[in-house]
């Protein structure tokens, strides 16, 4: 694992406190990433949450699938898993494509998989949206992996390696799983 880029003392106090609810139950979540178009920064987020799991001294797996359904399956990636987070945009098409595979979940017998889905939306986003009944979360555009001219990719923006929304999220669904 490479050195943390977060910084030291930056972990929000309510995350700490919510891995050590989830540390006395011993049991570790298993997030999954899955992207609904391989033009978006999946393993960039999924490598940045992974990190913050990390930098919070969590037990977590975090892996990534997509934008293919069936071949997730076929490898395995929906098995064991606790929380679904979905890598969309913010065009109506990646709206519907997150429907489409809600829809897809709970026609395949992975209805709590469709029930702890966090919509993670990259960019500016519109206030009214179809999706209410997901938890979301509106990621800075500085997520985007941009290239220069000679094709090396920047860094992230500080503030996008700064924000815990997205691992807040997770951590709150993960809570709620070890209460059940």
């Not at 050590?20 to 999954?32: D, H, M, N, R």
């Not at 997150?98 to 998989?113: F, S």
């Amino acid at each position: 694992m490479r050195p943390s880029k977060m910084t030291p003392g930056a972990v929000p106090a309510r995350l700490r406190q919510q891995v050590a609810e989830l540390g006395s139950k011993g049991q570790p979540i298993t997030v999954l990433v899955f992207t609904l178009d391989t033009h978006l920064p999946f393993c960039e987020i999924a490598e940045h949450l992974a990190e913050q799991f990390g930098e919070l001294d969590c037990k977590a797996q975090v892996a990534t699938a997509g934008p293919q359904r069936v071949q997730s399956v076929m490898d395995g990636k929906f098995t064991g898993t606790n929380v679904l987070v979905v890598v969309g945009d913010t065009s109506a098409y990646s709206e519907d494509r997150l429907m489409e595979l809600v829809e897809w979940l709970l026609a395949n017998g992975r209805k709590d998989l469709a029930g702890n889905l966090i919509y993670a939306v990259l960019g500016h986003e519109h206030q009214n949206h179809a999706t209410q009944a997901f938890s979301r979360v509106v990621l800075p555009r500085s997520y985007y992996a941009r290239t220069q001219q000679s094709g090396l990719k920047l860094p992230w923006a500080a503030s996008a390696r700064e924000s815990w929304e997205l691992a807040n999220a997770v951590l709150d669904y993960a809570v709620g799983l070890g209460a059940e």
